[in-house]
């Protein structure tokens, strides 16, 4: 019997589906390949199951390419088969709780994703580490929110997610304002790989400028998430070795000053240089001018002698 009127029912439920709707679209196909049914959709991960999804939707740049994929694969079905699954896509979008939020921001804004993915992994059962095999971060955040048996039935993580977003970009909406720079955030995401089981870096490979600068923000949105004083040394750290390599650059070539000092006063101008994130020179000059206004002036500054 043919499947022509069946097929073009399809096309027709495809073309009205939004484009963030595909992942779970094609992840009822690949149940209806693997296993011949829809019951366990959103209710149980089947490593069988999950291995050629994983795969078939690694292969895809974007979206809308599903619905071809989808197409190609009912085209060579019998028509109630195809039937059954015209009546799993009515349905299923009533199943998708997160449906009816906006979704685009998450596609648009990389820190905003990076940082519920972050949210998700943390939350992850041992079982649920092949999501990590997604390439695409994107399709594995639409993953998640509209297939996982634990987080797509629930709309509070993603109220949660953004409350915490929000939170952070209103204290740190940059992390290095003052070094807000193309050559900072180069330098920055090599001294981190370099650095890489505090940082953890080395997973990020950024192409553009702006995917640096957005790289390195996400990496220290993460360590803020997770604790705010290993974030705060690690920011210090990095900070005050970029001040020590913008010096030696701008030094470069001129004679250092020597000075003869004991060990003991010597340790202790180490530690406030490091306090204060300032040079050696600097900090002399500083320790100068306070013990001169202390004990040399005036009130108004003027030398005593």
Not at 8 to 24: A, F, H, S, Y
Not at 34 to 58: A, G, H, T, V, W
Request: contains cysteine; charged residues 30%.
């Amino acid at each position: 019997m043919s499947n022509i009127e069946e097929i073009n029912q399809l096309k027709e439920v495809l073309k009205q589906l939004n484009d963030v709707d595909l992942v779970p679209a094609l992840c009822l196909m690949e149940m209806d390949i693997e296993s011949n049914s829809f019951r366990d959709f959103q209710k149980y991960l089947d490593r069988q199951l999950m291995r050629p999804f994983i795969q078939r939707l690694n292969t895809i740049k974007g979206l809308s390419e599903i619905r071809q994929i989808i197409l190609n694969y009912y085209s060579t079905q019998e028509w109630d088969y195809i039937d059954d699954y015209l009546e799993e896509l009515k349905t299923f979008k009533l199943n998708l709780k997160n449906r009816g939020r906006d979704i685009s921001k998450y596609q648009s804004n990389p820190r905003l994703l990076a940082f519920a993915l972050n949210y998700y992994e943390k939350k992850f059962r041992r079982g649920d580490s092949f999501i990590n095999d997604i390439d695409n971060h994107f399709f594995k955040f639409l993953f998640v929110i509209f297939c996982h048996p634990d987080y797509s039935q629930s709309i509070v993580e993603l109220n949660i997610i953004e409350e915490k977003f929000s939170q952070l970009t209103n204290i740190h909406l940059i992390h290095f304002i003052k070094n807000d720079t193309i050559d900072f955030y180069r330098w920055a995401k090599k001294y981190m790989d370099d650095h890489n089981n505090k940082y953890h870096s080395t997973a990020y490979n950024p192409i553009t400028e702006e995917e640096y600068r957005t790289t390195v923000n996400i990496i220290f949105d993460k360590i803020f998430d997770e604790n705010e004083d290993i974030y705060a040394a690690l920011k210090d750290k990095l900070a005050n070795a970029w001040y020590q390599k913008k010096y030696r650059q701008k030094n470069k070539g001129k004679k250092e000053n020597y000075y003869a000092l004991t060990k003991k006063t010597r340790d202790a101008l180490d530690a406030i240089k490091y306090k204060r994130n300032m040079s050696e020179e600097k900090v002399i000059e500083s320790l100068i001018n306070e013990c001169f206004i202390k004990e040399c002036s005036d009130h108004n500054g003027v030398s005593l002698f």
